[in-house]
Nanobody, 129 residues
Framework: QVQLVESGGGLGQAGDSLRLSCAFS????????MGWFRQAPGKEREFVAA????????YYADSVKGRFSISRDNAKTTVFLQMNSLKPGDTAVYYC??????????????????????WGQGTQVTVSS
């Protein structure tokens, strides 16, 4: 059973940086793609970033491109989301997710939460102006 546990959320001000971590266990970590999603109060869950594995190709939502960076360290079975130049609009609960790793997922699939099978419990990020 795959488990994903996020950490690193918290409070920040506009312009600050935060780094989120997602520790996964239960399967060979290198065999599936990983993504970060977020959900703000009263809004739909939205895609933030994804990393394809193997290969390491990354994808970002337009709203975070150039500010956020996704990476993973297989040796430590952890995926990171480095968030720079934070804005109040980044306030949300952030979730990491993994797909089944059973097929090649297109870019659009990696940006769609319906194609992810495993989810973490979420970590709150709050950015004040």
């Amino acid at each position: 059973q795959v488990q994903l546990v996020e950490s690193g959320g918290g409070l920040g001000q506009a312009g600050d940086s935060l780094r989120l971590s997602c520790a996964f266990s239960g399967r060979t970590a290198s065999s599936f793609d990983m993504g970060w999603f977020r959900q703000a109060p009263g809004k739909e869950r939205e895609f933030v970033a994804a990393i394809r594995w193997p290969g390491g190709t990354t994808y970002y939502a337009d709203s975070v491109k150039g500010r956020f960076s996704i990476s993973r360290d297989n040796a430590k079975t952890t995926v990171f989301l480095q968030m720079n130049s934070l804005k109040p609009g980044d306030t949300a609960v952030y979730y990491c997710a993994a797909n089944r790793g059973d097929a090649y997922y297109s870019q659009s699939a990696l940006q769609d939460g319906r194609f992810y099978y495993y989810w973490g419990q979420g970590t709150q990020v709050t950015v004040s102006s």
